[in-house]
Structure formats: C-alpha cells, structure tokens
C-alpha cells in the first residue's frame, strides 16, 4: 500500500467517523485496536491490516470495499443509521413505520410552512 493510499483510507475513516458522531475513542474500542494505532490509521503515517481494516469498517457499518477502492462511494451516513435501525423489524413493522415516518414528515413541514408565512 503506497503512502496516497494510506492517507486516503485514513481520510475515509475520519470523514466517516465524524459524520457518525464518534471519537476515535469509541471507534478503537469497537474496532478492538488502541487508540494510538487508530489515530496513526486516520494520519496515514500506519498502514492498517485486512482484519484491522475490516474490524474498522463493521465499526463503521460500511463496506471493505468503501475503505478501500478509490472511487467507491459510501452511503449516507444517515441512511446507515436509518439502516441499522430497522434490520430486526418485520415487513409490517417495516411498513408501519414508513406510514408512521410519511405522515410526521408531512407533519413538520406544515409546522415550519406556517411559521414561516407569519
């Protein structure tokens, strides 16, 4: 792994990592790595191994792939959360809560609608 490439899977954990609200703390703790070795990960200055790697990416919830193909885009960090969320419902739990989600949208935006005629 060259020195680019290892400042680019660096940059990729870190933007991921900020953009789920967590410290490199808690994404060490969860990856099972120190906190050294995962601040070295995110600088480039240390290449990080396939099972690190992958230990960090299900930390993340995003795929090897995303860590480590240029180009690969990665899903927003808000529909991984949407995600995680709802991997244990049933189709009808599914199903609810999208009816459920559908009319609080349509709710808010009424809300913010009005207030901002006023």
Same mark, same amino acid.
């Given at each position: ?31 099972? #790595? ?34 480590? #193909? ?49």
């Amino acid at each position: 792994m060259t020195k680019a490439e290892q400042k680019e899977i660096g940059m990729k954990i870190q933007n991921f990592r900020k953009a789920e609200n967590l410290t490199q703390e808690k994404l060490a703790e969860t990856a099972g #790595i120190s906190l050294t070795y995962m601040c070295e990960i995110e600088s480039g200055k240390k290449a990080a191994g396939r099972d690190t790697l992958r230990s960090i990416a299900i930390a993340l919830g995003v795929s090897l792939d995303y860590l480590l #193909i240029p180009g690969t885009s990665r899903e927003d960090p808000r529909l991984v959360k949407w995600k995680r969320m709802l991997e244990d419902c049933s189709e009808d739990e599914h199903d609810l809560l999208f009816d459920v989600v559908k009319s609080m949208k349509s709710i808010i935006r009424n809300h913010h609608g009005s207030k901002r005629r006023k």
